[in-house]
């Protein structure tokens, strides 16, 4: 017999009703279900199976990450040794302290040098982030008496690469316990909630720790400051206030992601990879995201032909707009979250559209806050049970026309 499931198996009347550590159920009821299927199914046949579960789905959400997380760790590391190159110094932390000490040239450029340098930063955000998140699903599995799901697994792999490299610690285990409580939890838990938890996590961490989240510092792990005309600001931040900066500027370079910027958001080439395993499999919504991409597309040329002598971001044409900031990103895998999205298909294109416009005006009539895809999506979350049912509602009168009288 299988030593794990047996020592499960006897460990098991502990945790059930009745027994001592009965309180405790969830964090066992978690472990076993990790190791092995539930062992709660449906005998009959009245229900419509097929090999996609909520633990199928959120781990399929993960291997459509894997390209923006290895691309994290590269471009941090990346970002980091160019800087340093051009005439920076290493920031006085725990990261540049052990790499001193094994040896490690900063200002080498090479590949794997830059994954390794990289890796400091993003590693210990992620784990931050998933003991932090562990603690909260586990306390409120308890509280509530109910099982331990999967939902945070997804959310706890999407906050880390909305962050900036040299965000502290505290402030990581911060943000993910509020989006998780105020996201999610207080509404019920998993596929009960509106808002997408990771970004509301982010959006806290913004408005409470504003220099840590913004300006030129954050968005690369060296110090700078002392290196003529180099500047760490993100590209849609630089574009906000310098008009023509794009014109010098590869759009290239944007679209595989060797700018400064959040850890995971950068490459949009990454996020298509992402994109592409998302609709194979059917997880993220088409629908949702050529909304996305029509409102942008359209709102950009509309401001475009309006054109504007004060705000240089009038003038920032719709495919910039596809590979700054986090616009892949957030339409790839936070505006196709399925739970706190449109359910309709129509209502996917309203929901979708509604994103793009909001992301774009967002940018650029307000220059002070160039990056609007946060907010649009959280925006779009609060509205789409509204969509939903205005497009429930017009099928109904629909249907309900064409009755025989």
Request: hydrophobic share 50%; net charge neutral; with cysteine.
């Amino acid at each position: 017999m299988d030593p794990i499931r047996d020592a499960l198996d006897k460990a098991a009347p502990l945790f059930e009703k009745g027994g001592k550590l009965e309180k405790l159920y969830p964090l066992y009821e978690m472990h076993d279900t990790i190791l092995y299927t539930t062992g709660e199914v449906t005998p009959t046949g009245s229900h419509v199976r097929d090999g996609m579960d909520l633990k199928r789905m959120m781990f399929s959400v993960v291997i459509a990450l894997l390209p923006c997380i290895l691309w994290a760790m590269y471009n941090t590391g990346y970002q980091a040794q160019f800087a340093i190159a051009s005439g920076g110094v290493p920031l006085d932390n725990w990261q540049s302290w052990l790499l001193t000490q094994l040896g490690f040239s900063f200002t080498n450029t090479n590949p794997v040098l830059c994954v390794v340098h990289g890796a400091l930063y993003y590693l210990p955000v992620l784990i931050t982030t998933m003991v932090a998140g562990g603690i909260v699903e586990v306390s409120s599995a308890i509280i509530r008496k109910h099982e331990v799901n999967e939902g945070f697994l997804v959310s706890g792999m999407l906050f880390p690469l909305t962050l900036p490299p040299t965000i502290p610690l505290w402030m990581v285990f911060l943000g993910i316990a509020f989006g998780i409580i105020f996201g999610k939890e207080v509404f019920g838990g998993t596929g009960m909630n509106f808002l997408n938890p990771a970004l509301v996590g982010r959006a806290f961490l913004f408005f409470a720790y504003p220099a840590y989240m913004s300006g030129d510092a954050p968005w690369i792990a060296a110090n700078f400051a002392g290196v003529d005309s180099f500047t760490g600001a993100t590209w849609l931040a630089q574009a906000a206030v310098t008009a023509g900066v794009l014109d010098t500027a590869s759009w290239w370079a944007a679209f595989f992601g060797r700018i400064p910027g959040s850890m995971g958001e950068t490459s949009t080439f990454a996020c298509l990879l992402g994109m592409l395993f998302l609709l194979v499999t059917r997880i993220g919504s088409w629908r949702t995201m050529a909304g996305v991409t029509a409102g942008t597309v359209g709102t950009a040329l509309l401001l475009n032909a309006v054109g504007s002598s004060t705000n240089p971001l009038f003038a920032v044409p719709f495919y910039w707009h596809f590979v700054l900031g986090g616009w892949a990103f957030g339409m790839v895998f936070m505006a196709t979250d399925p739970v706190s999205s449109a359910f309709t298909n129509s209502g996917k294109w309203y929901y979708g559209v509604g994103i793009g416009v909001l992301c774009v005006l967002i940018r650029v009539v307000n220059p002070a806050y160039p990056e609007g895809m946060m907010l649009s999506i959280l925006f779009m979350n609060m509205f789409a049970p509204l969509i939903d049912h205005f497009i429930v509602q017009a099928n109904i009168r629909r249907r309900e026309a064409g009755y025989a009288t």
